[in-house]
């Protein structure tokens, strides 16, 4: 696989720690994407995300190495509570981070009208993948990035980027995910609480884990059993999409909206810059500082071979990977959707 291309697509990385920012500052990311430790983002999980203290030291800590910091708000606000995504814009400005990532328009209007300078990308969260709709926020809210949903192939992300007025960003590496971001109600009807507006999925007070008489551990969330596995399977985020259930069609039980896999798109790399597309992202805030250190430097390493022509080489990540699987989704065919 080889490509020469003048324009270098940035690398964004994963922090969903200090310390995982840290790592991925120093094994060669261009920008790192975090959140504050409230539901104004969307991987608002315990034990994970910024005060506003820690990530007043990580600006200036991936400032001195010339990384940029995107800090995600990318959560819709529930009526009544919008005060609480005003006061992290605020804070963010403040800090000085380089970017919003945002979803929600009234967030986006509130930032642009009050700090008409800080940078604005739409986050996968907004769910925009056509031209009207990238250019509807790139008019409004003078968005400069979009970050697009998994359900495009190459081919339509090319055209797409020839038809509007900012810059592309797709995820190469991570969670796959439904495809379906911000409109996800699964969680929210077995737990309460919302993926999109508390920035929770399968909250970790509703997740519980019991062991039964062969070994075998079932998984549940608040109560509702979401999957069983032995202990020679790898299973995948406690979460109702990647769950397995009973059926009187599959009586063995079956994965009724998706297997537990990841997406991996090293193989297309050269044909995504080929495409124009101006940053990838890797996926993963919530998980550990060995991930972010393999995964960032063997990416790294990567977007700089295909930059200079030469063949890549890239580790096998598959012992990283959910369910220790791994896809190419929807950017080779149409066949996810």
Not at 33 to 45: E, H, K, M, S
Not at 174 to 189: I, S
Not at 229 to 241: A, K, L, Q, R
Request: proline residues 5%; charged residues 25%.
């Amino acid at each position: 696989m080889i490509v020469s291309i003048a324009i270098k697509p940035e690398l964004v990385c994963p922090a969903g720690t200090p310390a995982s920012l840290r790592m991925a500052v120093d094994f060669g990311a261009d920008a790192v994407y975090c959140g504050f430790q409230d539901a104004t983002n969307a991987r608002n999980f315990p034990g994970l995300n910024f005060t506003f203290a820690e990530l007043k030291s990580s600006v200036l800590y991936a400032r001195k190495k010339s990384v940029k910091v995107l800090l995600a708000l990318n959560t819709f606000p529930p009526a009544g509570k919008f005060a609480l995504w005003k006061n992290a814009v605020d804070h963010a400005v403040m800090l000085g981070v380089d970017a919003l990532i945002i979803a929600d328009i009234g967030v986006a209007h509130y930032a642009r009208v009050r700090y008409p300078d800080i940078r604005l990308h739409l986050s996968v969260q907004a769910s925009a993948s056509s031209p009207e709709a990238i250019k509807y926020y790139c008019e409004e809210f003078d968005v400069k990035r979009v970050v697009l949903p998994r359900i495009l192939t190459i081919p339509e992300i090319k055209a797409l980027k020839r038809e509007i007025p900012c810059e592309v960003e797709c995820f190469i590496f991570g969670n796959h995910g439904l495809m379906a971001e911000g409109r996800c109600g699964l969680t929210n009807y077995a737990t309460g609480l919302s993926t999109n507006m508390d920035g929770v999925c399968s909250p970790a007070q509703h997740v519980a884990y019991e062991e039964g008489r062969n070994r075998e551990t079932t998984t549940k969330l608040n109560g509702f059993a979401i999957d069983c596995f032995s202990c020679s399977e790898n299973p995948g985020y406690p979460t109702i999409c990647k769950g397995r259930y009973y059926a009187a069609h599959k009586p063995e039980g079956y994965y009724a909206f998706e297997e537990p896999i990841s997406l991996n798109l090293a193989e297309l790399l050269p044909d995504l810059v080929k495409a124009g597309v101006d940053a990838f992202k890797i996926e993963g805030r919530q998980r550990s500082k060995a991930y972010v250190q393999k995964v960032v430097s063997s990416w790294r390493r990567a977007i700089d071979q295909a930059m200079a022509g030469e063949s890549i080489d890239i580790p096998d990540l598959l012992s990283l990977t959910e369910g220790h699987k791994q896809t190419q989704g929807a950017y080779e065919s149409k066949r996810w959707r």
